[in-house]
C-alpha cells in the first residue's frame, strides 16, 4: 500500500541513507501507524494498517554519501522541504501532490527513533495518519 510505503520511508530517511551521521551497514528498521482517521474505511483496512512493520536494508559507503534527501527524492513529484540534521535530532517535511508528511526524531551512528504524520487528500476524501519508526545497525552488509 502506498500509503504505508510513504511512512515507513518518513521512518527511515535517516538511517536508509544519511550522509555521515549514520554508519553504512545492515540497518533494520521498523515503522508503526499510530493513528488514522479515514472516514468511510472498513475496520479490517484500518487495523491491517497499524500492522507493525519491518525491513531490512543494506546501507552502501555509496548510498550513505548521497545523504536522506536523495532516498526521499524516489517519487519526482515530491519536494523535500524544511530538512534539518544536526545535534543528533532531525526534522523533515515532504510534500508532494494530494499528500503532506512531516517526520522528526533522534539518530546517532547506529540507530534512530522518529515520529510522524502524514496527511492525504484527494476525490475519494482524505486521511491523516500518525506514525512511529525506529532502526538499528545490525552490523557489516552480508556479501
Not at 532516498?71 to 543528533?88: I, L, P, R, W, Y
Not at 533522534?106 to 522518529?114: G, H, L, Q
Request: positive net charge; aromatic residues 4%; charged residues 15%.
Amino acid at each position: 500500500m502506498r500509503i504505508l510505503s510513504f511512512a515507513l520511508l518518513a521512518s527511515l530517511p535517516l538511517a536508509a541513507q544519511a550522509a555521515g551521521p549514520i554508519s553504512p551497514g545492515l540497518w533494520e528498521n521498523s515503522s508503526t501507524v499510530t493513528s488514522v482517521d479515514m472516514p468511510g474505511a472498513p475496520p479490517g483496512m484500518m487495523a491491517a494498517m497499524k500492522t507493525p512493520h519491518t525491513i531490512r536494508h543494506c546501507v552502501t559507503p555509496e548510498e550513505a554519501a548521497r545523504g536522506p534527501q536523495e532516498a526521499m527524492k524516489h517519487d519526482s513529484k515530491c519536494q523535500v522541504k524544511n530538512f534539518t540534521m544536526a545535534g543528533g535530532v532531525y526534522r523533515v517535511d515532504m510534500m508532494c501532490p494530494n499528500m503532506t508528511m512531516h517526520s522528526e526524531g533522534r539518530f546517532t551512528p547506529t540507530s534512530y527513533s522518529s515520529t510522524g504524520t502524514m496527511t492525504t487528500s484527494g476525490a475519494h476524501g482524505g486521511m491523516k495518519m500518525s506514525f512511529t519508526g525506529s532502526g538499528k545497525l545490525l552490523g557489516p552488509c552480508p556479501r
